[in-house]
């Protein structure tokens, strides 16, 4: 059965720190790695990662995949009160289950001003 | 383009009663998913559809849920005889036909959250 894992599953920063979320995976005929962020509401897209070493980018946010390793990182720099959020990581297998995601815990990230 | 819509936003039903919720995909979508998610605890797969096939269902859909996407657009997920333990945030997302590049980014509506009294 395909197993997300992501640590810390908590984490309380002052703005301005760097934080660095954890995701590591077992899964059979991997395709794809996504983290997504989630609010009070529905999971919002962040990246979606398919080959290993290259880092996706968006503002303080950055994201690369270590195939090798069966992991994965954000990075999140100069935090903001704004991204306190819970941080989810979904993997995308192929052959029968391809489509699904399936999802880590969670790592809950708390920013105090 | 108007993301995923899900209706309704709450719902708070007594145990036994049966429940049915909507999910509109964004509209070039062609594959639309279901996803459970309890507090604590990263959404967990349901069901998904391609166009108006139903693909793949997990174990955790007993036979008191079913779902639905009759003409390929918008689905619904009933649950009948409602318990205790179905009460979660109902999510539902889509994406595009696989094959593309980011055909896997699945984007997702506001969830329907349901409680049972």
């Known amino acids: 059965e395909d197993k997300v894992v992501q640590s810390p599953l908590s984490l309380v920063v002052h703005e301005g720190d760097t934080v660095t979320l954890n995701c590591s995976y077992e899964?059979?005929?991997?395709?794809?790695l996504l983290w997504y962020k989630q609010e009070k509401k529905a999971p919002t897209f962040l990246f979606m990662l398919?080959?290993?070493?290259i880092e996706k980018k968006s503002g303080r946010l950055s994201s690369i995949l270590d195939k090798k390793e069966l992991s994965s990182i954000l990075n999140i720099t100069a935090t903001q009160t704004g991204d306190s959020a819970i941080y989810l990581c979904a993997v995308v297998a192929g052959g029968t289950s391809y489509g699904k995601l399936t999802f880590g815990q969670g790592t809950i990230l708390t920013v105090h001003p | 383009d108007t993301g995923v819509s899900q209706d309704p936003r709450h719902k708070i039903t007594k145990r036994g009663q049966n429940v049915t919720f909507r999910c509109d995909p964004i509209s070039e979508h062609n594959r639309l998913y279901w996803y459970r998610q309890t507090l604590g605890q990263g959404p967990e797969f349901l069901t998904y559809?391609?166009?108006?096939?139903?693909?793949?269902k997990s174990r955790l859909l007993s036979d008191r849920f079913s779902a639905e996407r009759p003409k390929g657009s918008f689905s619904t997920l009933e649950i009948q005889r409602t318990e205790q333990g179905d009460s979660a945030m109902y999510l539902c997302?889509?994406?595009?036909?696989?094959?593309?590049?980011?055909?896997?980014?699945?984007?997702f509506g506001p969830g329907t959250r349901l409680l049972v009294l």
């Open positions: 398919t080959s290993s070493g």
């Open positions: 899964v059979t005929n991997f395709r794809s």
């Open positions: 559809f391609q166009n108006e096939a139903q693909l793949e």
């Open positions: 997302a889509s994406s595009r036909l696989a094959g593309g590049p980011g055909a896997e980014t699945q984007y």
